[in-house]
Nanobody, 126 residues
Framework: QVQLVESGGGLVQAGGSLRLSCAISQRTDSIDVMAWFRQAPGKEREFVAGIRWDGARTRYADSVLGRFTISRDNAKNTVFLQMDSLKFEDTAVYYC???????????????????WGQGTQVTVSS
């Protein structure tokens, strides 16, 4: 596993923006894909966005397409999630995750990811 630490969550009004960061504390040469998931109270964890570590491919959930942008800084071993035009329904705990299964695809199933951060709370007020 690799150690992941999220930051950047908080309280924001609807229509506002937040930028989440995920710091990777160990070697990244085994990572194929990094992704963001979220889990709202009483709901299952869901895929939000993912990016291949080489940057060749990104994937987004339909619910965030056009509003969220995932990116990575390989030199700083950090993945970002820029969240714009936030909605009340974006309220959740956001987790970053690493897929090291020698995959070339960005999977939406959480079982593909073997390393997880502790999560950061995002609360959007209506």
């Amino acid at each position: 596993q690799v150690q992941l630490v999220e930051s950047g969550g908080g309280l924001v009004q609807a229509g506002g923006s937040l930028r989440l960061s995920c710091a990777i504390s160990q070697r990244t040469d085994s990572i194929d894909v990094m992704a963001w998931f979220r889990q709202a109270p009483g709901k299952e964890r869901e895929f939000v966005a993912g990016i291949r570590w080489d940057g060749a491919r990104t994937r987004y959930a339909d619910s965030v397409l056009g509003r969220f942008t995932i990116s990575r800084d390989n030199a700083k071993n950090t993945v970002f999630l820029q969240m714009d035009s936030l909605k009340f329904e974006d309220t959740a705990v956001y987790y970053c995750a690493a897929d090291r299964s020698y995959t070339v695809a960005v999977h939406t199933f959480s079982g593909h990811y073997d390393s997880w951060g502790q999560g950061t709370q995002v609360t959007v007020s209506s």
